[in-house]
T-cell receptor
């Protein structure tokens, strides 16, 4: 069974630009969660989508948004990039939801904002 | 407020020197406790899920245990390739997951 895939793996942007990251979950998984990971803050939860609906949301500004498609693939968008948005962005999929089942993580997208 | 605290923050061991990592939690209605291993620049790799106090799971040199307040990840006779950050997380009754900040483990050859 293929694991969680994320594209692109690396991204370099400049301040003010916007970026879209993509995540394909494990086949059959309906929940996709997104996380931001930085050395100082650890893993911080962004949001969770289940069957195309946002089910949970973390404490991030509205510049961070996401969506999920009918095939469970998910995208995350960050608008008006700031230097502090440089991080490893991880997505994770699970069958029924992040708190209910084991989540499986993708390799991450390393975003650098210059 | 639900929270997860992992200790120690960092641990250096000699190869073969067994030890334990701790994950203390406060959660409203534990749905599950999850252990992950993460190598630098990579996504966390799933290790174990524990659902109720008294449960234990093993995989190679790792053994995870769970009580009502904490979980331990026991590492027996570790090897340098066990060096990584180990993350603990809990799922609560609202189906949200809370991660600890991790323990950085370094095994010296």
């Amino acid at each position: 069974k293929a694991g969680v895939t994320q594209t692109p793996r690396y991204l370099i942007k400049t301040r003010g630009q916007q970026v879209t990251l993509s995540c394909s979950p494990i086949s059959g998984h309906r929940s996709v969660s997104w996380y931001q990971q930085t050395p100082g803050q650890g893993l911080q939860f962004l949001f969770e989508y289940f069957s195309e609906t946002q089910r949970n949301k973390g404490n991030f500004p509205g510049r961070f948004s996401g969506r999920q498609f009918s095939n469970s693939r998910s995208e995350m968008n960050v608008s008006t990039l700031e230097l502090g948005d440089s991080a490893l962005y991880l997505c994770a999929s699970s069958l029924r939801g992040q708190g209910k089942d084991t989540q499986y993580f993708g390799p991450g997208t390393r975003l650098t904002v210059l | 407020e639900d929270q997860v605290t992992q200790s120690p923050e960092a641990l250096r061991l000699q190869e073969g020197e067994s030890s334990s990592l701790n994950c203390s939690y406060t959660v409203s209605g534990l749905r599950g406790l999850f252990w992950y291993r993460q190598d630098p620049g990579k996504g966390p790799e799933f290790l174990f899920t524990l659902y109720s106090a008294g449960e234990e799971k093993e995989k190679e040199r790792l053994k995870a245990t769970l009580t009502k307040k904490e979980s331990f990840l026991h590492i027996t006779a570790p090897k340098p390739e066990d060096s990584a950050t180990y993350l603990c997380a809990v799922g609560n009754r609202d189906d949200k997951i809370i991660f600890g900040k991790g323990t950085r483990l370094h095994i010296l050859p």
